[in-house]
């Protein structure tokens, strides 16, 4: 983008000043979104009393979704809007879907989520290539500088579910609703002191002027984008109604995602080939990991409400547990990385990948392994939900940050939006698997998941201890609901710890595709 070749800005902390204004701006935007996301399962079960098998539809497809429009958003920024209004329209798009879903009706709920859903496309992949704008490609200061961003989007998700979720107790739902959309509004205050500030320096304009103010029906092209985009809001919400029949957007986006990078391959030189395949490669292991780690939300939050013993916090507030800890780890990790390159021993992306997923694995076999201490309530100690969350926060910590910093690297200049749009489409194929995974904790008469039985059944049994024939017969209220729960979590933990270690072993490969990028 031409307005955004000039590097000069001001600095603070040894990193851009523009840097802590994207900071506090995504924290309070994931205040927003954090704090709707760990009332919305409890909201639909318990207020609208829709089946566990029907929030976990809803919820998967309105999180599978708003990460699908990441990928127009990017591709809308990079030719007509720049990074600066693309996050403006989609700031006002988010703070109308969080404070309509405070009206009990079904055109508004399904309305407001499809409201977020086209908001975050414009926000959430372009503030993210904002700050990857703020840095030279080889700048060492890039791993360092995502992670402190990393850390703001942490601390909007931990404080979230705990304010929002205390309201909704206190006063109601609707009021836990209303306190996410302050957040929003926040967050959009801040970008646009940033902006008037003048610390984001000339990054973040439209990448023409010119184009950008071309009419089109009587409209500039800006103008026409927002209202285009709010037209679109009934195509959005139909999709999260008809949410059974999200398979066929998930091969359509899977269609138009490969269509589109194989046209960008095919104009790319050898070494912008080379890593768009490690892009396709970093995009496919995120997938992975965050259709595991996202039963945080929907399964993991009825387990924590159903079958732990909770201690302080209620089941809504366990969502901000992995944040509090990426909190306290986020800066760790950030100076451990500098420290490495110093040293010339910081790992390739990789095989912190490889480590991601090894660690998710091995927090979900925590989850499981709790139900060797079950109670006579079917009800685990509160301390394996703790350290589970802790194992997987070390393998987000591995892979996500780094993922997002290595987009920025590894992507053709001029399509980097749209690349961090790709990369953010893993959270979309993500959550929908992730709503698969999270249906076969749901009981149904009649119907047993694969992992009570054969094989995984020994895996099961291995690792939590409990005996399915035996929990059937005894009838005991509540064991069999956790039985559902530990089985899916160990089965799905000893998966991803292979897949980890499989990453590990072919890192060498990835790593001489990467170009010379670590």
Known sequence: MKAQESTSAPEMMGHPKGLFYLFFAELWERFSFYGMKALLVLYMIKQLLFTDEMSFGVFAAYMSLVYVTPLIGGMLADKFLGFRKAIIIGGVFMTLGHLLLTIEMPVFFYGSLALIIVGNGFFKPNISTFVGSLYHKKDPRRDSGFTIFYMGINIGGALAPL????????????????????????????????????????????????????????????NLIALLSFLSVPLFALGIYLHHYEHFIVWLAAFLIVGVLV?????????????????????????????????????????ADRNVNLIWLSAAQTNSINSLFIIALAIPFSALWAYLTRINRNPNSAIKSGMGLLFLGIGFLVFALSARDVDALARTPMF??????????????????????????????????????????SSFFGHFFAGKIASLTALKKGEVNIFSEGFFGKITAWVTGLDYTQITTANVPGFEQLYSYVSVYAGFGVLMVLLGLLAIVISPIIKKLMGGIN
């Open 263 to 303: 046209q960008i391959y095919l104009k790319s030189d050898k070494v912008e080939k080379s890593r768009l395949i490690v892009i396709g490669y970093l995009t496919m292991l995120m997938t992975l990991f965050w259709a595991v780690f996202e039963q945080a939300g929907s399964s993991l939050t009825l387990f």
């Open 384 to 425: 394996y939900l703790f350290a589970g969350y802790f194992i997987l926060t070390i393998g987000e910590l591995f892979i996500s940050p780094i993922g997002l910093s290595k987009m920025t690297e590894l992507s053709p200049t001029k399509y980097v939006s749209f690349v961090m749009g790709v990369f953010f489409s």
């Open 163 to 222: 304010l929002c979720a205390l309201v909704a107790e206190m006063y109601g739902w609707h009021y836990g609703f209303i306190l996410a959309g302050l957040g929003m509004i926040t967050g959009l205050i801040v970008f646009y002191r940033g902006i008037k500030s003048g610390v984001f320096g000339n990054h973040g304009l439209p990448p023409s002027q010119e184009i950008y103010n071309q009419k089109v029906a009587g409209l500039n092209r800006g």
